[in-house]
């Protein structure tokens, strides 16, 4: 009797917090006050994150967003949905065309902080804060390029340190956009369901996940439709807070689907296994990862350190300086990632190796091509004709190719600063059919 007392409680509080629910509205341009309502939007998210409770949905306009003073950080604690791209009337969404959603800041802010620009951290959920757990991020540019720090001023290698001469903070070591789902207050009655759709993820230079999202047991979530660009790390991290066996079958499962993930460098020029991935995933979670472009990466396309089970299909997995594959210690190519792996599902199918002709501006691609890093797998002795794998990508983005006897240095070229043009230019269709694509312009209710 005390067990259903305290589940009919529950429901009570979570029903509570599901009414005093509500939108709020945003805009930069035209925003004022904190009521965040459509006629007297606020100003900034950051604004109004202490009055947001479970289940609140935001609408964001255009504009560029930096964050309270410039910080360039916005930190949510409670489940909500959030949604970016609308006209300052709020009357239309067109996210990756004409009303962009930016989330941006300023390295030289006083108020600096090196946290993502966007968090949704749900670690510390109480009941009362009400459930279902649902979450939604669609249709925001989230941009650490402003936050960084470049050599020269030049926007064409980071510094990852403070220099205090020139007043400059240190480049944020933390990914653009995380969410982190625990143990509810539901006591697991009600699973958290996470959509991640329409985001373009850029600039950033984490250790890990520029995209990092990690759910928790029989959790569901779909990143569907992003673009994921120009990164150091891992380009998306596939995360779980269960700490169940490895593929245990209440672990989070995740549906990875028409994303285009691309340009992910190694955190730093000196060879690391554990970056330069354009996908990385945890122990305890169940994957399906179809019709996304997972192209160009410092050292792997996918990297499974810890043998999770994962169902690929109909990818374009291309542009590795190192390998396709690796499943705990062993490299895998492309060509042999339905026979030989472990953990590959055995539905998987039709993950070919297209070439794909970036659109994106010529200079900022010779900016990427002259990094004598791509070479520098010639002087590592687990990978073989590394020369032919580095001129392959060259050739395939239209560079010219290196000769055999260059030398191996460091290099002067290090994340070189992309703009939003160009990173919605290369989004903005989908290659060879799969992959990302600008979403449609959509009118308001």
């Not at 300086?321 to 499943?327: G, I, K, Q, S």
Request: with cysteine.
């Amino acid at each position: 009797m005390r067990t259903l007392t305290r589940l009919v409680l529950l429901a009570f509080l979570s029903v509570c917090s599901n009414l005093a629910a509500r939108d709020w509205y945003i805009s930069i341009e035209k925003g004022k006050g904190k009521s965040g309502t459509k006629v007297k939007p606020a100003k900034q998210l950051a604004y109004i994150i202490s009055k947001l409770q479970a289940g609140d949905v935001i609408h964001i306009a255009q504009g560029t967003y930096l964050g309270k003073g410039s910080n360039g950080t916005n930190i949510i604690t409670v489940p909500v949905s959030i949604y970016g791209g609308y006209s300052n009337d709020f009357s239309v969404r067109e996210p990756w065309g004409k009303h962009q959603t930016i989330f941006s800041g300023d390295n030289k802010s006083k108020n600096y902080k090196s946290t993502p620009a966007l968090m949704i951290d749900l670690m510390k959920v109480k009941p009362r804060d009400g459930f279902p757990g649902k979450v939604v991020v669609d249709g925001l540019i989230l941009d650490h390029g402003a936050r960084n720090t470049y050599a020269g001023g030049k926007d064409q290698k980071i510094i990852r340190l403070a220099n205090p001469k020139l007043g400059t903070n240190p480049t944020p070591e933390s990914g653009a956009l995380v969410i982190s789902a625990s143990k509810n207050g539901m006591f697991d009655k009600t699973p958290w369901n996470i959509l991640v759709e329409n985001n373009v993820i850029m600039n950033s230079a984490p250790t890990m996940g520029a995209m990092s999202i990690s759910g928790y047991k029989n959790s569901k979530v779909i990143i569907r439709n992003n673009l994921i660009i120009n990164n150091t790390g891992t380009g998306l991290y596939v995360g779980s807070k269960f700490a169940g066996a490895k593929n245990d079958p209440k672990g989070p499962e995740f549906l990875i689907e028409n994303n285009s993930i691309l340009f992910t460098w190694k955190h730093g020029p000196i060879a690391q296994s554990f970056s330069g991935n354009v996908m990385d995933f945890d122990q305890s979670v169940r994957a399906t990862v179809r019709k996304n472009v997972l192209a160009f990466a410092d050292r792997h396309i996918i990297y499974n350190p810890r043998s999770t089970v994962i169902l690929l299909q109909n990818n374009i997995m291309t542009g590795s300086v190192d390998t396709e594959y690796v499943e705990f210690d062993t490299k895998i190519a492309l060509d042999d990632i339905e026979d030989e792996p472990d953990c590959i599902h055995e539905d998987s199918e039709e993950n070919e190796a297209k070439d794909v002709k970036v659109l994106i501006a010529k200079e900022w691609l010779k900016l990427y091509g002259a990094r004598v890093l791509i070479d520098r797998n010639k002087a590592e002795a687990d990978i073989k004709a590394s020369a032919s794998r580095a001129n392959a990508l060259r050739s395939m983005l239209g560079l010219n190719l290196q000769a055999a006897d260059q030398d191996f240095g460091e290099g002067d070229v290090w994340l070189p600063r992309l703009s939003v043009k160009d990173a919605l230019k290369a989004g903005s269709t989908q290659y060879h059919g799969v992959g990302c694509k600008s979403p449609a312009p959509v009118k308001s209710k």
